[in-house]
């Protein structure tokens, strides 16, 4: 499969995207539907037009089809690290400020994702951030947090999580960190993204005896 040669509408690729993050649910149509906002029976469609375009699997249970997003496909995965190295493009507008100042971390950092309720919500009271490093990076980290605070250009309090590399399967069974690695914007380095999305998916499946 060739995606650059494939039509995506914007609905298709919300969905394509939010079952990609989600990735320990499977979900069926009516739910996915519920969860975005989008009319069900345009939703079971899109959904079945995105299996046919082998971006996502499908697995009937009784009556029901449930969807994930297709990780053992090359192309798809692909695809979804250029949508996500896209994403921050097109966030929300109050963003668009923190953003360009978190892109400081940048040179220290291996990945950073903007998390709760700032991504949806105009009248957030704070932004959650996290940053992953290695831990020779504390120093750095650190002085560009203030930096940024000193700077005064993010009007809203920056709550920070920091974690390393080896702290993701430690925690990837923990539903905070679920919710962090599901519900965000990658702001720096989607392919570290995908990849952690794969570590924790394969250590799932290995867990289970898949």
């Known amino acids: 499969m060739d995606v650059s040669n494939i039509q995506f509408t914007k609905a298709e690729l919300r ?3 939010y079952l990609f993050k989600h990735y320990n649910d499977e979900l069926n149509s009516r739910t996915i539907a519920r969860l975005l906002g989008i009319n069900h029976a345009h939703t ?3 959904c079945q037009s995105l299996v046919n375009k082998s971006l996502l699997t499908i697995k009937s249970l009784g009556n029901a089809n449930y969807y994930s997003f297709a990780y053992a ?3 798809a995965i692909s695809f979804m690290t ?3 190295s896209i994403e921050a493009r097109y966030a929300p507008s109050w963003l668009t ?3 360009h100042s978190l892109q400081k971390f940048n040179q220290h950092i291996e990945l950073g994702i903007i998390f709760g309720s700032s991504i949806h919500n105009k009248q957030h009271h ?4 996290l940053l992953m490093y290695e831990p020779d990076q504390s120093k750095n980290t650190r002085s560009i947090k203030q930096a940024i605070q000193r700077s005064q250009l993010i009007t809203k309090p920056v709550r920070y999580v920091d974690i390393t590399p080896v702290d993701i ?5 923990n539903p905070a960190f679920y919710s962090m690695l599901s519900e965000n914007i990658i ?5 570290t993204y995908v990849r952690v999305v794969q570590q924790c998916l394969k250590s799932k499946n290995t867990s289970n005896g898949a």
Do not use: G
Not at 126 to 129: A, E, K, L, N, S
């Open 73 to 75: 496909s090359p192309s």
């Open 169 to 173: 399967l430690t925690n990837k069974d």
């Open 97 to 99: 400020v923190p953003i």
């Open 187 to 191: 702001f720096h380095n989607p392919e």
């Open 15 to 17: 969905i394509l995207t």
């Open 82 to 84: 250029y949508l996500l």
């Open 44 to 46: 079971n469609k899109l």
């Open 126 to 129: 704070d932004i959650d951030v």
